[in-house]
């Protein structure tokens, strides 16, 4: 663990080191993706020296995912770890704009196990709906970017507020044995019969 967050670093780059130098209390700098609650390293930089508890090494943190455990903009979640945005610079958003739900990547620090962001970028997650969302127009153009809910299976999924069906879709950065709840994807169709028939799936991480 580095900063109270579980790391594997089975693919990382070492620099100053290796992975032979990992042991209690080294001091260490992570980059890497959160991904189900586990830091994926890509880099693991070993600093001189050892700290006293093994708390003190700084994990680079970066994560896009839909916010959720909202309380205000020092506290909220983001792939399910908390993130402080209280001293962020916010892209393409302001901070008045997080709210449950609302896509956003987040860099910043990993520090006991909070992320202080330092960027936090507001992700385009939108829809081409009709003039009444509720009965949408055969043939309507569909493109959002959100975390998967309601998964059923490959033709039967929620993203955003529409019921997806991606048997025939492309997929990018990843699979259809990917897909499941949590996933952030974007998605481009067109509505045929109340629900979006995918031509592409892009997985976002």
Request: hydrophobic share 40%; proline share 2%; charged share 20%.
């Amino acid at each position: 663990m580095v900063s109270g967050a579980v790391v594997d670093g089975s693919a990382a780059t070492f620099k100053n080191g290796s992975a032979a130098d990992l042991r209690n209390g080294a001091v260490v700098e992570v980059k890497g993706t959160l991904s189900n609650g586990i830091v994926r390293a890509t880099s693991i930089e070993i600093r001189s020296g050892t700290s006293g508890n093994g708390d003190n090494g700084s994990t680079a943190f970066e994560a896009t995912g839909a916010i959720t455990d909202f309380a205000s903009v020092a506290s909220f979640r983001v792939n399910g770890v908390l993130v402080d945005a209280s001293a962020a610079t916010f892209v393409d958003g302001v901070a008045s704009g997080l709210r449950n739900g609302v896509v956003v990547e987040v860099n910043g620090t990993l520090i006991n196990g909070v992320v202080r962001a330092s960027r936090v970028e507001f992700k385009a997650t939108s829809v081409a709906p009709p003039v009444n969302p509720s009965t949408p127009t055969d043939g309507t153009e569909f493109e959002a970017t959100s975390a998967v809910s309601s998964y059923v299976s490959i033709a039967s999924f929620v993203v955003g507020a529409a019921t997806i069906d991606a048997s025939s879709a492309s997929f990018e950065r990843g699979t259809a044995a990917d897909l499941r709840n949590g996933a952030l994807v974007q998605v481009k169709g067109v509505y045929r019969g109340g629900k979006v028939i995918a031509n592409r799936v892009r997985f976002e991480r």
